[in-house]
């Protein structure tokens, strides 16, 4: 699995909405992110889709939002994800519980079982939920983030 630095530390996961909360999700207008892993871990199955799993504290991370902004909500980034990638959000407070409460426990032992040690966290998933790389914040935009994911995903063919 590949490890990026960011910012001196490890940066792991994703963001979607500068400044959001639980409701992220729902008021998602792209369409694209989920709450719930379990399901998306199905549905990447069913579609032999990669998954991008967001781990990401948007309300008060710097970061985060800068992803969010730079990256996820821009129109390259959104039409690649709709055609190839399942999208998972695990959005947190800083005292790193989860937003969502819905899906709290599940995304509070996401967390732990992927030892994020920094926000924000991206790890792109094969379609049978195998991490094949971790990520974080890039500057470059959503044309350079796509890229990067096409590069993994050509690494890491579905076999």
Known sequence: MRT???IGTMVLA???FCG???KAV???PSGIWKADYDAALKQA???NKYVLVSISGLEWCGWCKALESEVFS???FIAYAKDNLICVLL???QNGRATNA???KQHEMLLEKFQVQGFPTVLILNPQGKGIARDGYQRGGPVKYVEFIKGVIAANPVK
Do not use: S, Y
């Open 4 to 6: 990026v630095g960011v």
């Open 14 to 16: 994703t963001a979607l």
């Open 20 to 22: 959001c909360n639980q």
């Open 26 to 28: 729902a008021a998602d």
């Open 45 to 47: 199955a069913a579609e």
């Open 74 to 76: 821009k129109p390259e």
């Open 91 to 93: 959005d947190f407070k």
């Open 102 to 104: 819905e899906f709290a």
